[in-house]
């Protein structure tokens, strides 16, 4: 138990030194997530192309699974997944806009199934702090219910925005353990 005391002290005094990283990274992502929440177009385009860039990587790593997996009776699986993930990708980054419309209509679709799952078990179970969870339900039925109701429109800003706030938000935490390593405060005692 002291060996593992110790070794956490040893870690916390290691990172409390790399304090000024922290704060670089935090900083950037709070610039970066400004900057998606100012060009929300443009970050919406972007986001879907990291998508579709995503999908291609894991469609070629499914493709050498499939290539390395021979015999293993998955190869046709491996290959199918392979190829439609790759696929995807391609469709993405050829069409952002499509794939920005395709990607909010299915969020907005999953944030009211989700939400209206999550408020119908929340006041099933009663289990403590079930308020809340019946409240984030009815906030995601909301969201999607919104977002779909402006779409196609929202599909232009939507992801953009949300990889933005996403930053900021980030950005915000890493600046502040970058302040608590700073003045000596040990992280695991922030609140």
Known sequence: MTSII???????????????????????LIALGVFAIVYEQIATLASVSALGIMLVVAGALQLAAAFRARGAGHVVLYLLFGLLEALAG??????????????????????????????IYALWSQLPGYGWAAFAGVLSIVLGVLLWMQWPTSAVWFLGFAVGVNFVFAGTSFTALALRLHTGQSPALAH
């Open 90 to 119: 391609f469709v993405l980054i050829g069409h952002p806009i499509g794939g920005a419309l395709v990607v909010t209509l299915t969020l907005a679709i999953y944030l009211i199934f989700t939400g209206t799952f999550r408020f």
């Open 6 to 28: 110790s070794q956490f002290n040893e870690t916390v005094d290691t990172i409390r030194k790399e304090w000024g990283w922290f704060l670089a990274l935090g900083l950037g």
